[in-house]
C-alpha cells in the first residue's frame, strides 16, 4: 500500500513560481514511477509530467519548458518545480504512483491547489 501525500500549492501571480512535493510512504519508493496530473474546474483530469524510477522524464506540451520534475530517492519525495506559471495552470494537482509499470497509476494522493492570478 502506497500513500501520496501533495502540498506546496498555493497563490501565485502569473509569471512566479511555485515547488510543488509529493512525499510517499509505503512500498518501494525508488522502484516505481511517480506522475503528476492537473484538474481545472469543469475540465478533465490531464497530465503534467512523469518521472521513471530510472530519472527518466516525460512533459505535457503546455508545460514542457516551463516545468521541472525530479525525484529524491532518500527522501522519498518528488518535486514539480514550475516556472512562469500562467492563469491557464491553475487546477488541483495531484501526485499518482504507477507501482506496476505498466503506464497506469494505482496510487493517487488528495491535491493540492494551485492558483495563479493573472
Known amino acids: 500500500q502506497v500513500q501520496l501525500v501533495e502540498s506546496g500549492g498555493g497563490l501565485v501571480q502569473a509569471g512566479g513560481s511555485l515547488r510543488l512535493s509529493c512525499a510517499a510512504s509505503?512500498?518501494?519508493?525508488?522502484?516505481?514511477?511517480v506522475g503528476w496530473f492537473r484538474q481545472a474546474p469543469g475540465k478533465e483530469r490531464d497530465f503534467v509530467a512523469r518521472?521513471?524510477?530510472?530519472?527518466?522524464?516525460y512533459y505535457a506540451d503546455s508545460v514542457k519548458g516551463r516545468f521541472t520534475i525530479s525525484r529524491d530517492n532518500s527522501k522519498n519525495t518528488v518535486y514539480l518545480q514550475m516556472d512562469t506559471l500562467k492563469p491557464d495552470d491553475t487546477a488541483v494537482y495531484y501526485c499518482a504512483a504507477d507501482t506496476r509499470g505498466l503506464a497506469t497509476y494505482d496510487y493517487w494522493g488528495q491535491g493540492t491547489q494551485v492558483t495563479v492570478s493573472s
Open positions: 509505503g512500498g518501494s519508493f525508488s522502484s516505481y514511477a
Open positions: 518521472i521513471t524510477w530510472r530519472g527518466i522524464t
